[in-house]
């Protein structure tokens, strides 16, 4: 039999404390069923997708969905004008722009929180030149900074992420800045410190875990905000280029038809909507659960 300390059973307990609650609230728990689903279409997609996304249906261009009159089962959701398949393409999506923007997110949370944890444990003149550096970007919005940075390379993807990486990193770091700073000049953690105890071990064990109902916050945000960004810079030419199929680069190539044929437009924005939804949903319920659990 195995010998655990009381702090590794205290961990333990801490963690099936969590997951009782969450199982308790229907919602919280559903949004992370959605979520795993999301992830399964991002790694798996391409495997359930029906045809290749580039390949070209001769005679079927601008087919309607199947729910509509004249569409086919085998087109679920239409064709496109050169007679691809939507519903396919749509599935290959989930890769270019939820991935891509889980990538984002992923980047900005762990670059972003290792700077932060530096920027909270030194006390030091570049540091706090870094904040006011900062702080000159929270002024300008974030698709505006990323729209200038991609001006600045050449159009692809892989570049729009990088613009959208480098506009989110400055907010995440300054929000756990600031709300780290806010939690050390709390009356408890400045009588812990009148006390003796250490900035660093006041920092992991007091700080660090009145910090993860902002994390969760914010990389939910930092989640939808790269999933819009990526299709904004996709749909204006500085993002993913044709014939990818990435939802922004999908509406853009489609939007002349917008009249003729309104589903190759409209069903690339439902994806989007899905996918923020989920996000948005995923985030309000694990805060919602963290709140219940510390209370």
């Not at 009381?6 to 919602?27: I, S, Y």
């Not at 709390?186 to 105890?197: C, I, K, N, P």
């Not at 660090?208 to 960004?229: C, Q, R």
């Not at 038809?257 to 319920?285: D, E, H, K, Q």
Request: charged content about 15%; glycine content about 6%.
């Amino acid at each position: 039999m195995l010998n655990k300390d009381p702090e590794q059973f205290r961990e333990t307990e801490h963690v099936n404390q969590f997951f009782r609650l969450l199982r308790k609230d229907a919602l919280a728990l559903t949004s992370v069923y959605f979520f795993v689903l999301l992830l399964v279409l991002i790694l798996l997609g391409h495997l359930i997708a029906p045809y290749d996304t580039n390949k070209e249906f001769i005679g079927l261009e601008l087919l309607p969905p199947s729910w509509n009159n004249g569409g086919e089962i085998a087109h679920f959701m239409g064709t496109d004008d050169l007679g691809r398949d939507i519903f396919s393409r749509i599935l290959h999506g989930f890769y270019y722009t939820a991935g891509s923007a889980l990538l984002i997110t992923l980047s900005v949370g762990v670059l972003g929180g290792i700077i932060g944890v530096f920027a909270v444990t030194k006390k030091s003149r570049s540091v706090f030149l870094l904040s006011h550096l900062f702080d000159t970007f929270l002024v300008t919005p974030i698709l505006l900074i990323a729209i200038i940075i991609a001006t600045l390379l050449e159009p692809s993807l892989t570049n729009a992420c990088l613009a959208i990486f480098l506009a989110m990193l400055p907010h995440f770091i300054h929000k756990l800045y600031q709300t780290s700073q806010h939690e050390l000049e709390r009356e408890y953690v400045v009588t812990l410190r009148l006390d003796g105890a250490k900035r660093w071990d006041l920092i992991k064990d007091v700080i660090f875990p009145n910090l993860t109902v902002t994390v969760i916050k914010e990389l939910s945000h930092i989640f939808v905000i790269a999933t819009l960004d990526i299709s904004a810079l996709s749909f204006i030419s500085l993002g993913a280029k044709s014939p990818t199929p990435e939802w922004g680069a999908m509406i853009r190539d489609s939007f002349e038809l917008i009249y003729i044929a309104p589903w190759a437009v409209i069903l690339p924005g439902l994806a989007i909507t899905f996918v923020i939804f989920i996000v948005t949903m995923l985030g309000n319920g694990l805060v919602r659960v963290l709140k219940k659990y510390r209370y």
